[in-house]
T-cell receptor
Framework: AQSVSQHNHHVILSEAASLELGCNYS??????LFWYVQYPGQHLQLLLK??????LVKGIKGFEAEFIKSKFSFNLRKPSVQWSDTAEYFC?????????????FGKGTKLSVKP | AAGVIQSPRHLIKEKRETATLKCYPI?????VYWYQQGPGQDPQFLIS???????DKGSIPDRFSAQQFSDYHSELNMSSLELGDSALYFC?????????????FGPGTRLTVL
C-alpha cells in the first residue's frame, strides 16, 4: 500500500537554526512529490513540488527539498528558520501519469521556532 | 490570483442532521478533490471528480455523497451526521487534464457535530 512517513512529529528550533524534515514514501510506481505547509488555523499551502528533472527543487520562503530516488526520500530543508515558519509541514505524494491524483499525506511535522 | 473558495467556513450541526459543503475551484481547473482532516490528523482523501465525473473514491462513508456540476463547482452532502464527522473538510482543485497535477487547497469548512 502507498504510504508516506515523516520521521519527526514535533521539532523545536531557535531562530536562525537550520532545518531538515525527513520524508520517505512507499509506492510501486513513479510519483509526484509535494511539501505543503499549514499555518495555525489556515489551509494547506504549497511550499514546493517535484515532478521530474533536477532532484533539488526550490520553493517559496527559502525552502528547498531534495528527491533521492534510491532512498525513496524527499527531505525538506531551510538553512535559517524564522519565527514565522512556525507551522505544520506535510509531505505528500500522488501517482505520476495515472488517473488517480489523490494525495497521500504523511502525518505531518509540527515546527515550533523560538524567537 | 483566484483561489479555491469553500462555503460555509464554519458549520455546526446536531447528530443525525444533514450538511452540504460547497467548493468553487480555481477557474479553468477541471478536477476537484475532497479531503477530511480530523483534529491533529493528516488530511484523508474522500472523493474526486474530473470533468464532472467521479474519478476516484477514498475513505468516504456511504452516508456521504458528492457531485461536480456543469460550472465545475462541487458539493459534498453529508447525512446522518455523527460526532466523529467533526473535522476540517478541504477541497482542492487542479488542472489535471487526465494526469495528476498540483492541487491547490481551499480554506476549508470546519464542521462541528454536537
Amino acid at each position: 500500500a502507498q504510504s508516506v512517513s515523516q520521521h519527526n512529529h514535533h521539532v523545536i528550533l531557535s531562530e536562525a537554526a537550520s532545518l531538515e524534515l525527513g520524508c520517505n514514501y512507499s509506492y510501486g510506481g513513479t510519483v509526484n512529490l509535494f511539501w505543503y505547509v499549514q499555518y495555525p488555523g489556515q489551509h494547506l499551502q504549497l511550499l514546493l513540488k517535484y515532478f521530474s528533472g533536477d532532484p533539488l527543487v526550490k520553493g517559496i520562503k527559502g525552502f528547498e527539498a531534495e528527491f533521492i530516488k534510491s532512498k525513496f526520500s524527499f527531505n525538506l530543508r531551510k538553512p535559517s528558520v524564522q519565527w514565522s515558519d512556525t507551522a505544520e509541514y506535510f509531505c505528500a505524494v500522488n501517482a505520476r501519469g495515472g488517473s488517480q491524483g489523490n494525495l497521500i499525506f504523511g502525518k505531518g511535522t509540527k515546527l515550533s521556532v523560538k524567537p | 490570483a483566484a483561489g479555491v473558495i469553500q462555503s460555509p467556513r464554519h458549520l455546526i450541526k446536531e447528530k443525525r442532521e444533514t450538511a452540504t459543503l460547497k467548493c468553487y475551484p480555481i477557474p479553468r481547473h477541471d478536477t476537484v478533490y475532497w479531503y477530511q482532516q480530523g483534529p491533529g490528523q493528516d488530511p484523508q482523501f474522500l472523493i474526486s471528480f474530473y470533468e464532472k465525473m467521479q474519478s476516484d473514491k477514498g475513505s468516504i462513508p456511504d452516508r456521504f455523497s458528492a457531485q461536480q456540476f456543469s460550472d465545475y463547482h462541487s458539493e459534498l452532502n453529508m447525512s446522518s451526521l455523527e460526532l466523529g464527522d467533526s473535522a476540517l473538510y478541504f477541497c482542492a482543485s487542479s488542472r489535471d487534464r487526465g494526469r495528476p497535477d498540483t492541487q491547490y487547497f481551499g480554506p476549508g469548512t470546519r464542521l462541528t457535530v454536537l
